[in-house]
């Protein structure tokens, strides 16, 4: 079976799965977006939804979160962990999005990166779920899913996505990795993946192929 066959069966399988796939992380504005998932490294999606709601009704502006002190944020995320470091670094984003960006967020990968604390997963997801343009968010499921299914053979974040970003479809390739996600915690988990019941190997087989994980 070829490689682009393979990818559109696995793309495939996970739409059916996940019709409605998106990221889990609650927000109502842009920013909010950024920070939650700022926060959200090294932490779950179910906790930082619990800490933002509370973030945000005590600071509802992005003004009023450039405004606070690193101490005063940390209060409000130490759930989160590496409270100190993420609370330093949304304070100091805040700051830079209100004085140079006028309270916007900038709709490139580079400036996104250059903020503090944001990374090129950050960047990414933004990238993807508010300027909806293609973008690959290699998160821990994305890097150990795609390597089980012989996507990628790498390991470290970048080079993964590079390696997607040459097999998938542009406009496919922002809710490809938010299926990845529901699919890394439903079958494809890190010990013990339901492999009986994978949607992606049935999906295989139902077309009269076999799906070869590799399994580590």
Do not use: W
Not at 24 to 43: G, H, R
Not at 112 to 141: C, Q, S, W, Y
């Amino acid at each position: 079976m070829k490689s682009a066959e393979k990818t559109v069966l696995i793309i495939k399988a996970l739409e059916n799965a996940y019709p409605e796939a998106k990221c889990s992380l609650i927000y109502e504005k842009p920013y909010e977006l950024l920070i939650a998932t700022m926060l959200s490294a090294q932490c779950t999606d179910a906790r930082v939804n619990i800490v933002t709601k509370e973030l945000f009704a005590k600071y509802p502006t992005l003004e009023s979160i450039a405004q606070a002190t690193p101490e005063e944020i940390g209060e409000c995320i130490k759930s989160c962990g590496l409270y100190r470091s993420k609370a330093k670094n949304i304070v100091s984003t805040a700051k830079t999005l209100v004085s140079e960006y006028g309270g916007e967020l900038p709709d490139s990968i580079e400036k996104l990166t250059e903020l503090a604390g944001v990374g090129r997963k950050t960047a990414n997801l933004i990238m993807g779920d508010i300027f909806h343009k293609p973008a690959v968010v290699t998160d821990t499921h994305c890097i150990r899913i795609c390597g089980r299914l012989g996507l990628t053979k790498n390991t470290e974040p970048y080079k993964v996505e590079c390696d997607l970003i040459k097999k998938l479809p542009p406009e496919k390739s922002s809710d490809f990795c938010h299926r990845l996600v529901l699919f890394g915690r439903e079958f494809c988990t890190a010990r013990n993946p339901k492999c009986e019941s994978c949607p992606v190997k049935n999906t295989f087989a139902e077309n009269g192929e076999t799906l070869k994980c590799i399994i580590k």
